[in-house]
């Protein structure tokens, strides 16, 4: 089993190298995913190019709805990964506008750097701990190296699902601290809703309708690191493989941060028809 596994690993890399140079030459109409990097290199739970591209074609329609100008805009993407987002977001920052990527994936950020043009890509290597992504590193919280107020949009894409209740809330708080006031964020959550409890009966009976993976697998019903609002399935080794927070415990955050609701897009990996995977809100920083 392991051996065919391995067989079928290598074959798709095989192909997928053979096959990435020949597609970018046949891509007339959205330049921006000419950046999509070969399988090896394509992180974040979407593996595929198809998915890399599907993805970044749902994130860059949210963008175009949700920023006030589209063009010339200051991105920050946490948690950036090998740059999924920062593909979507090339089209508004042309026209002097940069995208800088954050991560704590000292291998990602070095990625990014060589695979991106700079400018307007930068990337910036996070020595913060996250017992999932970076074990070693750094035990406490870091603000983010950039000035306050200097961004249009900030973006994560999958961050949050791996952030226990203290970062989730602290990154909140810097993501105020960084947007202009009136600057949006777009960021994806496992949302713990009625939906989702809705969802629930669904999951045993038959099998999923939206996405590949056991329907087991999103059910949050271990509280992370004894939290009231942030649950993490059973089956992980460490909360931060996977995190959901309750309406309430949003709720509680946005306030805190002093961050508002402004727009929200439901996941279907609550077994519903979805815009994405995970659930996406739009968050906006008050003028
Ligand atoms: C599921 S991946 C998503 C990557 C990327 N956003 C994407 O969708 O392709 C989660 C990312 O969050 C990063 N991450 C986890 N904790 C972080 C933290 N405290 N600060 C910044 N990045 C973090 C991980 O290193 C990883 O790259």
Not at 148 to 158: K, P, Q, T, Y
Not at 230 to 245: D, L, Q, T
Not at 259 to 273: C, F, V
Request: hydrophobic fraction near 40%.
């Amino acid at each position: 089993m392991k051996i065919l596994k391995s067989l079928r690993q290598f074959t798709y890399n095989i192909l997928d190298s053979l096959y990435l140079p020949m597609d970018r030459r046949r891509i007339y109409r959205t330049r921006n995913i000419r950046l999509i990097p070969g399988q090896g290199d394509r992180r974040g739970g979407k593996l595929s190019y198809a998915e890399w591209a599907h993805v970044i074609g749902i994130f860059q329609a949210l963008m175009f709805i949700h920023l006030d100008k589209k063009e010339g805009n200051k991105i920050l993407d946490i948690g950036c990964g090998t740059g999924l987002l920062g593909i979507a977001s090339e089209p508004f920052v042309a026209s002097g506008g940069s995208c800088t990527g954050l991560d704590v994936m000292k291998e990602d950020i070095d990625f990014c750097r060589r695979h991106y043009p700079s400018p307007p890509f930068k990337f910036i290597h996070l020595n913060m701990k996250n017992p999932k992504y970076a074990p070693d590193q750094e035990d406490k919280k870091l603000p983010w190296p950039v000035e306050g107020e200097s961004f249009d949009l900030a973006l994560a894409l999958s961050v949050w699902t791996h952030l226990n209740e203290e970062d989730a809330v602290f990154y909140m708080k810097e993501v105020r601290r960084v947007l202009k006031p009136g600057g949006k964020a777009i960021i994806s959550f496992f949302l713990l809703d009625e939906l989702y409890r809705e969802s629930l009966g669904k999951r045993f009976k038959e099998p999923g309708r939206f996405h590949m993976t056991p329907q087991t697998d999103w059910i949050f019903d271990r509280p992370a690191y004894g939290s009231s609002s942030w649950f993490c399935p059973k089956w992980v080794k460490y909360p931060e493989s996977a995190i959901g927070v309750t309406s309430e415990g949003l709720e509680r955050m946005l306030s805190e941060a002093g961050i508002e609701l402004a727009a929200q897009y439901q996941g279907n990996w609550k077994e519903a028809p979805g815009v994405f995977f995970q659930d996406v809100l739009v968050l906006r920083r008050p003028i």
